[in-house]
């Protein structure tokens, strides 16, 4: 019978018909306490002011008094929602909006998920509420512990009296609740991901038509100042909701700008800015802190259009003066079709794509106006005569951004240092800025600087400092330090006056050879000499070279990648200034041979592919190494007699077989190779097996037997049937080497394609007839249709032969050729034909036939599937359809039953009888696990109210009835019980008499009324455990018990064994009352309220106007007495 919680005290309550705001969410994440949160939700068509006296309030545990109520501030929007929260800022942490209303924690709000949350409207009227008074939460069906309660889309109301849990959707992490609706135990939920708060599956839909416009009038193009620090308005757009017919505002949450196509300043170097109301005038506060990137930013606002409202808005924004160059521009825009604008769940929406089209602003450019010198390169370290790098000075803002228009105005540098500087030192501006190309200086020193000065003292501009740098004396080995970077080339040196040696250079090799340095080509007509160091200034003396080529030099040497070089040349005429050329050149090394393939072909043997020739090899060259193994070395090598590329390597001990990945080194050739070696399980390819799985692409050897073959890219094998021994083999040309119960060792690649398993670019090592496939008999659950990608059930079955048994087929799709069938507990099934292509061997299921069928598990698709190979791999199991129900010896018969006796589970009368028979054809038993019951023609009793109380089915033994597998389902006219079928066997050839034994309450009973069952002949809907026989489709007639007829009209008398009588009962409202001494009467409704009290002596009457269950309170000096009374 249907479960309903009623409150005993719902006199504490009343109820308004009106009320249109109630729960729709509770939230107590387990990830999170500080994001619990309680929803309501405005189903009304008018907002609702919530600090007229609107309360939330809470009920701990199975407290039966209240927390002290909480008041409610906001208004919550026609259609809207109005988020609750304990603590506010946490909840715009993890939902990413503010809540409406933040009250703290231990309150309301702040629920662990056993507790009791109410709504109370002014003069705290219950509106609505969760869970059942005075009952703990814990493992009953209001528990919500880290986890939610959501209420039900078909609720559009709240109730202020009776909590019905069918009405919401509960998740909770570890509650032992039964009987429950919707109650999903083991499930807790995370924030935010499994909340939705703001939402509710119930809400109705509004209007998609809001939409952003082109404003009347744009905003001219024009200039900004890059000294300014005022806003300037930029762009203008309109807002529009369409007034379509829900009657709700557009409220909007976010605002989109793109840049425009002739922008150039990024977006995202804007120094902040904002959005003015046009129409009201007033600027738009931002509800959180902008995003953007150097092409869009996203501003979240909070602005609410009226219903058919246009509202003309305004952007305004900073310049940042140290990312705005002079002649940028600044332009936004609003695309149509990805504008981006985002809404409240609470009122209309933004249509997909606007339908004024794009929405694009007039150029703002950017005038840099100067207002200092800046040095745009600063000097570096240079040596004593020679030119320095080039040093830039511009005339700039104080963000440094270059006055273009800034032209002909002279700028000079000067020299802080002792000694001199040479070279052009006054230049006029270009496009705002003066390159200095040719400075040098003639003594060393350190910690110098330049200055820039107005040279004509027109701009008006401060002299300004560069940054320190050395004037350095070129000395070979005290200078190496400020070495030059070189590359192979011609390269240019100059003597000092002063020094022996003029320039260190500094050579990097990325490559083994040799380098040759020479300037015996130069012309030059002094004596020179050349040293190297290699590694750093401080390193050995490589090679010194001394009159190589005449008084000239030249020197070639070997180079190791990655270390450096420092070359210098030097002049034996000390003081004698000069100039020359000289080169500097690279011969690569040798290019070693290396390995561009290897695998194992058993588990001490490997071949090895290179990528040319070789000549000899010889195994004290190749090791194997692995990260935490013992060093694998090889005691033989040979070079394969027609392919001199590769070669076979013989280990000194047997692999070690795991999922680490081995390296193969060759030290002769400096080149290494990773694989797996050995021949590895099948089991380490399965996804299943993680950790103990194989990587993608890198070789695997393993050995099996063929198992399936669809003679065109696909082969299975396997290597025993355990779970996990199978795979997929891909490729267009393997399945032509070898044939199912071919016993095989291959070498490839795994793959994932689609979430399924595949070796790839296979190799076939050795190949041997005469083996048996083996399939794995499995129970067909774990291949569930259902199980998504990786299933830890499905998984490891998958490339595997396996046979399921027990299978109704029920359908065939004849587009994709797969069969679905399922298990007698209601798992799908699917088989493919991945292997025998459109069943072109003749495969053929009947539907509503059971099968045992035997097939490799594939993934495709998103399903897992069985692939039969052959007609061979299906046999249908075969069971009789002939058991049916019949009259029994005996029906019930008809009978009148005493209305205002509670029959109860031990005086429980026999309301309907049937006999099953089993026809004894196929040698099973037939085991119910369904029985259906239709109302009889003169029945007139609802058993889906509240009338029937309960009730069991047996086989004549009332200590051994059949055992119910759910709770039973009722329709108009039938109603149908799930049952276990071990406790409903009717033996194969015999018959059974089930007889059906109800109670009820005498307080739902209608005078006059009937109960009588039937079984139908056509439908019947009795149904046989899948396995065992079953029932006939059609039964020969009929089975129609007798007719019981409830007798309601007999007077209390006696009351609590006094003489106190109260007839008639049930009435329509008017009650007779005898009593021979004198009492009190108090009369109370349902809900405990106190209708009416007076004395009473002799004989009365009393009526009561409204339908419902009344109770009479007599009370004397003896004590009280109650009676029970209905008014129809």
């Not at 109705?204 to 952003?212: E, G, I, L, R």
């Not at 996203?298 to 409202?309: E, K, R, T």
């Not at 394969?640 to 081995?662: G, P």
């Not at 897992?864 to 069971?879: L, W």
Request: contains cysteine; glycine residues 10%; proline residues 4%.
């Amino acid at each position: 019978m249907k479960k309903v919680f009623i409150f005993l005290m719902l006199a504490l309550f009343a109820f308004s018909v009106n009320a249109q705001v109630f729960i729709t969410e509770l939230a107590d994440p387990d990830n999170d306490a500080g994001a619990r949160f309680v929803e309501l939700y405005n189903a009304g068509s008018s907002a609702v002011d919530f600090s007229t006296g609107w309360q939330i309030n809470r009920y701990t545990n199975g407290n039966a008094t209240p927390q002290t109520a909480v008041d409610l501030t906001g208004t919550i929007q026609a259609g809207g929602f109005y988020i609750i929260s304990p603590n506010g800022t946490q909840f715009n942490t993890v939902y990413g909006f503010a809540a409406d209303q933040s009250i703290g924690t231990g309150g309301p709000a702040d629920s662990n998920g056993d507790d009791q949350i109410f709504l109370l409207s002014p003069g705290s009227v219950v509106v609505d509420f969760f869970g059942v008074i005075g009952e703990d939460g814990s493992n009953t069906c209001h528990e919500f512990e880290d986890g939610r309660a959501e209420r039900a889309a078909s609720v559009t109301t709240g109730n202020s009296g009776t909590w019905d849990e069918a009405n919401w959707n509960v998740w909770s992490d570890a509650s032992t609740a039964s009987g429950c609706t919707n109650h999903i135990s083991n499930a807790p939920q995370d924030a935010p991901g499994d909340f939705d708060p703001g939402a509710w599956i119930g809400a109705s839909s509004n209007d998609q038509t809001s939409t952003v416009t082109v404003p009347g009038t744009q905003l001219v193009a024009g200039t900004i100042s890059s000294i300014g620090t005022d806003s300037v308005p930029v762009f203008r757009f309109d807002i529009s909701d369409a007034a379509s017919g829900d009657g709700l505002p557009t409220n909007v949450t976010g605002v989109y700008f793109v840049a425009g196509p002739n922008n150039t300043l990024p977006i995202d170097s804007l120094n902040g800015g904002g959005i003015y109301d046009l129409t009201n005038g007033m600027v738009i506060p931002l509800t959180g802190e902008p995003t953007g990137t150097a092409t869009s930013v996203y501003l979240p606002v909070n602005i609410s259009i009226a219903d058919g409202a246009t509202v003309s808005f305004e952007a305004f924004t900073y310049i940042n003066n140290s990312y705005a160059p002079d002649g940028a521009v600044l332009q936004f825009q609003i695309n149509a079709a990805s504008h981006g604008f985002t809404a409240a769940a609470s009122g209309s929406d933004f249509e997909a794509t606007f339908a004024g089209g794009d929405i694009v602003g007039n150029d703002f450019t950017v005038d840099v106006v100067a207002t200092q010198f800046t040095f745009l390169t600063q000097p570096s370290d240079v040596v004593i005569s020679q030119n320095m790098s080039n040093v830039v000075v511009g005339t700039t803002d104080a963000g440094g951004n270059v006055d273009v228009d800034n032209n002909l105005q002279y700028i000079q540098v000067l020299f802080s240092g002792a000694g001199s500087m040479y070279g052009t030192n006054g230049l006029s501006t270009n496009n705002g800025i003066c390159t200095y190309t040719d400075l040098n200086f003639d003594t060393p020193e350190s910690a110098v600087h330049l200055t820039a000065h107005d040279g004509n003292g027109t701009m008006g501009f401060t002299d300004v400092n560069s940054t320190n740098f050395n004037v350095l004396s070129g000395s070979g080995g005290a200078d190496c330090a400020n070495a030059v970077s070189i590359d192979v080339g011609t390269h240019h040196a100059i003597h000092s006056a002063t020094d022996d040696y003029d320039q260190w250079y500094v050579y990097h090799a990325t490559a083994d050879g040799t380098i040759t340095a020479e300037n015996c080509s130069s012309g030059y007509g002094g004596d020179t000499y050349l040293e190297i160091i290699e590694g750093s200034c401080s390193g050995t003396n490589f090679d010194l070279a001394d009159d190589i080529c005449g008084s000239l030099e030249t020197l070639t040497f070997d180079v190791t990648a990655g270390n450096d070089y420092y070359i210098a040349w030097g002049d034996y005429d000390t003081g004698t200034p000069g100039e020359y050329d000289w080169t500097l050149s690279f011969t690569a090394a040798p290019t070693p041979v290396n390995i561009v393939n290897a695998y194992a072909v058993s588990n001490d043997s490997l071949v090895v592919y290179y990528e040319s020739s070789l000549t000899s090899v010889n195994p004290a060259d190749y090791t194997l190494t692995a990260t935490g193994q013992t060093t694998v070395n090889f005691t033989a090598a040979s070079i394969d007699a027609t392919y001199d590329s590769i070669v076979y390597l013989k280990a000194q001990n047997n692999f070690t077989l795991n999922t680490i990945r081995d390296n193969l080194n060759d030290a002769a050739n400096s080149t290494t190779y990773q694989f797996y070696a050995g021949v590895l399980p099948v089991s380490y390819t399965n996804t299943a097996n993680d950790p103990d799985t194989v990587r993608q692409d890198y070789n695997v050897t393993l050995s099996g037997v063929v198992t399936a073959n669809d003679n065109y890219n696909q082969v299975w094998m396997q290597d025993s049937e355990n779970p996990m021994s199978g795979v997929l083999i891909y490729s267009s040309s393997f399945d032509a080497l070898v044939s199912v119960g071919d016993n095989i060792t291959i070498v490839g690649q795994k793959a994932l394609y689609n979430g399924a398993t595949e070796i790839v670019n296979p190799v076939l090592i050795n190949s041997a007839a005469g083996g048996t496939p083996v399939a794995a008999a499995i129970d067909a659950t774990d291949l569930d249709y259902a199980a998504g990608q990786d299933d830890a059930n499905a998984e490891p079955w998958e490339g595997q032969l396996v046979t399921v048994t027990g299978i109704v087929i029920d359908s065939l799709n004849t587009s994709h050729y797969e069969y679905f069938g399922h298990t007698c507990n209601g798992t799908i099934i699917c088989f493919d034909d991945d292997v025998d292509y459109h069943y072109g061997s003749g495969f053929a299921l009947t539907t509503g036939n059971m099968y045992s069928v035997t097939g490799v598990v594939t993934y495709s698709y998103g399903h897992y599937k069985i692939n039969p190979r052959e007609t061979a791999d299906a046999t249908e199991i075969v069971r009789d359809m002939t058991s049916v129900v019949e009259d029994p010896d005996t029906q019930v018969p008809a009978s009148v039953i005493d209305g205002t006796l509670a029959i109860d589970s031990l005086n429980a009368i026999e309301a309907f009888k049937f006999k099953v028979t089993d026809e004894g054809t196929d040698g099973l038993p037939t085991k119910l696990s369904q029985i259906t019951l239709y109302t009889g023609p003169d029945n007139t009793i609802d058993f889906s109210g509240d009338a029937i109380d309960g009730g069991w089915f047996d086989f004549g033994d009332a200590a051994n009835p059949i055992q119910f597998a759910a709770e039973p389902v009722f329709d108009t006219d039938h109603f149908t019980f799930a049952v276990d079928p071990e406790s409903a066997v009717i033996d194969n050839g015999t018959s059974k008499e089930v007889i059906l034994h109800v109670w009820f309450d005498p307080a739902y009973l209608v005078d006059e009324s009937v109960i009588q069952l039937m079984v139908q002949a056509d439908p019947h809907g009795f149904v046989a455990d899948c396995m065992n026989s079953q029932f006939a489709s059609t039964f020969a007639s009929d089975v129609t018990g007798g007719t019981l007829t409830i007798d309601t009209n007999i007077s209390v008398e006696d009351v609590n064994g006094k003489s106190i009588s109260v007839y008639p009962n049930p009435s329509n409202g008017i009650f007779n009352i005898n009593v021979k001494d004198t009492y009190n009467l108090e009369i109370t409704d349902i809900t405990g309220r106190v209708i009416n009290s007076r004395m009473l002596t002799g004989n009365t009457s009393i009526e009561l106007n409204n339908a419902g269950i009344y109770f009479l309170k007599f009370s004397d000096k003896n004590g009280s007495y109650t009676q029970k009374v209905i008014v129809q």
